[in-house]
């Protein structure tokens, strides 16, 4: 299984990338475009290669959810592009997201908002090699070397937790992007960020022994680790349609809750050009469905307001929260204003 199918590491651009390339939007076709038949014409922009936290839309396509509700739903090929920037310049309607990336993009004014959550807790954690005696918590991470991805919040993110487990959070940050677990592997560096159920999986299949930390196991705050964001714009010029895709793309999610095994046929069968090794894709797919997917209450794709002010005002605390003109903001956002769950069914 190739690690650069991994959704974390696209999370998002820097801030000012977002607004260099606003003027796309003029650019973008037109948000009415409609297919031969008659049905509305949605782009979802991916956030990576296809991979397990796509699977409800794959599933919702194959088994003719969007059809049934009148929708032509294309899947934009990832290109290396933010979707926070595609969405927000109108050049797809829809696209995946993760809620710290977005809080950023939000802030500095980006068109959108979170229709769904795909995940309801961080679905990444703090991994060291198991060997290591040294580190045991957290706060055993001072002084030590972090192989990063280069956002916006790793570093912040990092110290909030070290700080948390009652660390002082001075570690050295090396960005290295998807190179990052090989360093870690070969103890080039102390510790980095694996999603659980990507390389998480793929280290315990190389005979990789981890030691995991979960941030909110120190009181960090949670996070809707992956969520599905819309253009502001297109959701006001079209509830109904909006209301639809939302509850089809649910359903396809909940398929996936439901049927893992199943629905991880289906996300291979759609791109088996990429991937290949179904049983890793059912066993990633299983431990998504099982821990991930679900809130308390059993229910799938739902946010609260609390959420998303717990890891916004650490955000915005942490001075990451800026502008359209890239100055700090000197009051916290209306977090309300973030997501919701108007288009999902009850």
């Known amino acids: 299984m190739n690690r650069e199918s991994n959704p974390v590491k696209k999370m998002c651009a820097l801030v000012m990338t977002l607004f260099m390339a606003a003027g796309l939007a003029a650019c973008a076709g037109g948000d009415d475009a409609a297919s031969g038949d008659g049905a509305t014409k949605i782009r979802f922009a991916l956030d990576w290669t296809p991979n397990t936290n796509h699977t409800g839309l794959y599933v919702a396509k194959n088994k003719g959810y969007f059809e049934e509700a009148g929708l032509d739903v294309e899947i934009l090929p ?75 919040s790793d570093e912040a993110v990092m110290r909030g937790v070290i700080q948390a487990a009652g660390g002082k959070g001075e570690f050295e940050n090396i960005t290295l992007n998807t190179a990052a677990y090989e360093a870690l ?121 609390e959420r998303w002010a717990g890891l916004g005002t650490f955000l915005y605390d942490a001075d990451l929260l800026v502008d359209d003109k890239n100055k700090q903001l000197t009051s916290p956002p209306n977090w309300a204003d973030y997501f919701t769950n108007e288009y999902l069914a009850d």
Not at 205 to 226: A, E, H, I
Request: aromatic share 10%; charged share 30%.
């Open 78 to 152: 990832y290109n290396d592009s933010n979707p926070d920037l595609m969405v927000d310049s109108g050049q797809a309607d829809f696209g995946i997201s993760f809620q710290d990336a977005a809080t950023i993009s939000m802030a500095a004014g980006a068109n959108i908002k979170s229709v769904l959550a795909v995940e309801q807790t961080w679905a990444t954690v703090v991994s060291v090699l198991a060997e290591r005696d040294d580190i045991n918590t957290p706060k055993d991470l001072d002084g030590k070397k972090f192989g990063s991805f280069g956002l916006p």
């Open 185 to 305: 592997y070969s103890g080039d560096v102390d510790f980095t960020v694996p999603y659980v159920a990507w390389e998480g999986i793929e280290a315990e299949d190389r005979g990789v022994k981890l030691k995991n930390f979960t941030y909110t196991d120190y009181g960090f705050p949670d996070c809707y680790q992956v969520i599905v964001v819309g253009n502001n714009d297109w959701l006001k010029d079209h509830p109904e349609e909006a209301k639809k895709f939302v509850q089809a793309l649910q359903r396809g999610y909940e398929d996936a809750v439901k049927d893992p095994d199943g629905s991880a046929e289906i996300l291979q069968k759609e791109n088996a050009d990429l991937l290949t090794d179904l049983d890793f894709l059912k066993r990633s797919q299983r431990m998504l469905s099982k821990d991930f997917m679900l809130d308390d209450e059993g229910k799938f794709g739902r946010q609260k307001e």
